[in-house]
Each structure stands twice: as structure tokens, then as C-alpha cells.
């Protein structure tokens, strides 16, 4: 009995003592793979949404090469089509991957952002990039109230506002994981591209009403995010920016009456609004800034329809 008694006491106390030294070793280990993946990602992993053509290719384009450092992803409908992606990835191979994913198709974000957990484990930055204004024999600006269709509306609506929250949704646990690691940042940043017709105090021409309401629709999403993401402490914010008319296929056949020099190249926009991105703080949550970096006033763009 005694000779149980002890061997009882000294199971217990081998097992006090090496409960904190467990403890211990496995947060050195979770503090090493932390740090580690730190390093393997260094510079950051950003995510460029609606990347195989114009402004969308153009931010994939820039992020590689501003910098030797950070690695980004680009997703896009149809990747084996896209061709300047295709491109970039035989120049960038190790830091570029590129990912199928259709913004009308939930099924196919969901796998990204699970490739994308994977792989990276978290985001520093999501530009939601793709829109659509006009396609051939589908879909085209309207000029009256006469020429408004249900299917214009709710295309332009399910692209343009729809798909880029969505987005959000899935990618939002890896930017929490993210925030400014690795970055020159405090907070990883969702910067959707949005367009300053969407404001609704701004509306002074008409016209364009489905495009108009999708991306008005966006700018409020936008903000409920951002009062979401402000609300619950999380060190990731939500910006819109207004990239100015810029010369892409969205563009092109409206650029007629472009006044002159009002017409940006892809270069040239995008490096503004990286700059933007770049220096944005917490307080930025929530803001709309065109790409010369003035804010466009939140009774225009967010609130409009109460200031009016």
C-alpha cells in the first residue's frame, strides 16, 4: 500500500511538472511557425479580384514590380484566357499565382479563399476591381427611363455590388489574420473600385441608371462593412476609390466626350491609387477617394439620398 501510495504521488508530480513545460513548448512552437510564415511571406500577400484585364491587371502588374518583395494573387473567370496574366506569371513565378473565381458564382470564391488559407494563411490587401457597364448585344448605358430593363438592373447589381461584398465575406478571416504583417501598414486594407457617378448628390446629368445604382449600391455596402469591421476591433479597413475615366474596353466606347486630359492611362491611375492604398490609416475606414487622393464627400457618395 505504501509502495502504491508513493508511486501515486510521484505520477502526479512528473505530471505538474511537465504540464508547463508541454505548455511551453507549444507555444514556442506556435510563436516559430508564426514567425516563420513571416518571413515566407514577406512583403505582404495581396489579392487582386477581377485581374485579367485593364485597371484589375494593371494593380497585379504594379504590385510586383514597385517592389521584390510580396506576393500576390489574381483571380479572374477564365485564367487559362488570360493572356497578360499568363505573362506576368512566367516573369513572376514565385510570387504570383493565379486563381479561377467568378463573382457571380459563390462556389468558386469560397474555394479561392480556402486555396488561399492553404497556401498563405491570411491577406494584407483585396482589391475588388471588376465591373461592368456595358456588353455587346447584352447590356448597354440607358439614356431614358424608356430603355430600362430588369435584367440591365439586376446584371449590373449582381457584378458590381453583389460579388465584391461577397468577396469580402469569404476573404474577411484571412485579412484578420493578415492586418498590416509584413506591410509598412497597421491594417490590411479592402479597397473596392467604385465610381464617382455612383454618388448620389453628385447626380446631376441622369442617365446610366443601372450602372449608377450598382455602383451607388456598392459605396453603401462598402460603408456597412467598414462600420462592421470598426465595430469589432478589426485590424482591417474598407476604402472606395474613384480611379477618374480611365482608358480600358469598359471605357472606350464612352471616351468621346471625355474633356482632354481627363483621360488616364492604367499606368497612371492605378500608381495614384496605390498611393492611396499605401498610406491609408484606420481613420481612412470607410472613405471614398478619388485618384488625385480628395475625399469625395460622404453626403455625395454614402449618404446621399439622406443629405438630399
Known sequence: ??????????SMTFSCCLRPVLSTTIRSSSSSSSSSDSVKWEGGVSMVQGASRGIGLEFVKQLL???EKGHVIATCRKP???????SLKNMFAERLSILPLDATNESTIEASAKSIRDRYGFLNLLVNASGILSIPDVLQPETTLL???????????????VGPILVIKHMWPLLKAGGGTGTDRDVAVVANISARVGSIGDNRLGGWHSYRSSKAA???L???????????????????????TVDTDLSKPFQRNVPEGKLFTKEY?????????????????????????????????LVGFIAS
Open 147 to 161: 430603355k430600362v430593363e430588369k435584367s440591365s438592373l439586376l446584371l449590373t447589381y449582381e457584378v458590381n455590388a
Open 218 to 220: 456598392l459605396n453603401q
Open 269 to 301: 491611375s492605378v500608381q495614384k491609387l496605390l498611393g492611396i492604398i499605401d498610406h491609408a490609416k484606420i481613420q481612412d475606414n470607410g472613405k471614398f477617394f478619388a485618384w488625385d487622393g480628395q475625399e469625395i464627400p460622404c453626403r455625395g457618395g
Open 222 to 244: 462598402t460603408k456597412t462593412v467598414s462600420v462592421e469591421f470598426a465595430r469589432r476591433k478589426d485590424p482591417v479597413i474598407c476604402i472606395l476609390l474613384h480611379p477618374g
Open 65 to 67: 514590380q514597385n517592389s
Open 1 to 10: 500500500m505504501k509502495l502504491l501510495a508513493f508511486a501515486k504521488r510521484a
Open 80 to 86: 487559362n484566357e488570360a493572356l497578360g496574366l499568363l
